[in-house]
């Protein structure tokens, strides 16, 4: 039984899965709250599966970007697990699970997703589904808002943050939108089983949150 943990917004979450099968999840908001809440909400989803740590076999956590106290919380409590339970761990970014959720929508075409990160910037990657296949095409990295018509092409599809005003420009030089219709701790639970069936474990001890800029003080969102 795989156990996800996506900690990278205010809207965290965590399920459990088998063979990349959804058996629950539990899903809420929060305000940077995430170091009280999230291993609770970990105990109890087990309970209402009726299982223990102990039938926990693998672990998947989102590395971000997002907010620095958040991922840090999510990815410790991840670490700390794989390493007490003896279970491989997966790491996956956050701009890849919400390009997986729209993966249906994109039809082929390469999806951009994008993350408000602050201070001006977005984080940006792509990803493209075809043939079967799952593959980055360009990795995560920040750049100006006012860059962000530049980052996509015409046969794209953007997915993520976007607001109304990134989503005018889009629409005006013939983007298309696409809307996640689940919960990113669905993709991660999804992906995280696929991951570590290909043999592609990350080590509990040198996982690390996915920041592209160096933590400052106060809040933080990219």
């Known amino acids: 039984m795989l156990l996800a943990i996506e900690s990278a917004s205010d809207e965290p979450g965590a399920a459990l899965a088998r063979d990349g099968a959804l058996l629950r999840a539990a899903t809420w ?27 926990i076999s693998a672990i998947a956590v ?8 958040a991922l840090r919380v ?36 390469r999806i951009v997703a994008v993350h408000a990160a602050g201070r001006g910037e977005a984080a940006v990657a792509a990803y493209r589904s075809q043939d079967g296949g799952w593959r980055e095409e ?35 030089a013939g983007v298309a939108i696409a809307r996640p219709q689940r919960h990113r701790v669905e993709a991660l639970a999804e992906l995280g ?6 043999g592609r474990a990350d080590d509990p001890t040198a996982l690390v949150p996915l920041y592209l800029r160096a933590p400052a003080i106060g809040p933080q969102g990219g």
Request: one cysteine or more.
């Open 29 to 55: 908001t929060t305000r940077q709250n995430h170091s009280r809440e999230l291993l609770p909400a970990i105990e109890r989803l087990l309970a209402d599966q009726g299982a223990a740590r102990a039938d």
């Open 138 to 172: 360009e990795q995560p990295r920040l750049c100006k808002h006012a860059e962000l018509p530049g980052v996509f092409g015409r046969d794209d599809v953007a997915t993520g943050d976007i607001d109304d005003a990134l989503a005018r420009e889009l629409a005006d």
């Open 193 to 198: 089983a696929l991951r570590l069936a290909e």
């Open 74 to 109: 999510g990815v410790s409590i991840a670490e700390a697990l794989a390493h007490a339970l003896g279970v491989p761990l997966a790491g996956i970014g956050r701009l890849e699970l919400d390009a997986w959720l729209v993966r249906d929508q994109a039809s082929g075409r």
């Open 62 to 69: 989102d590395i971000g970007p997002g907010g620095y106290a």
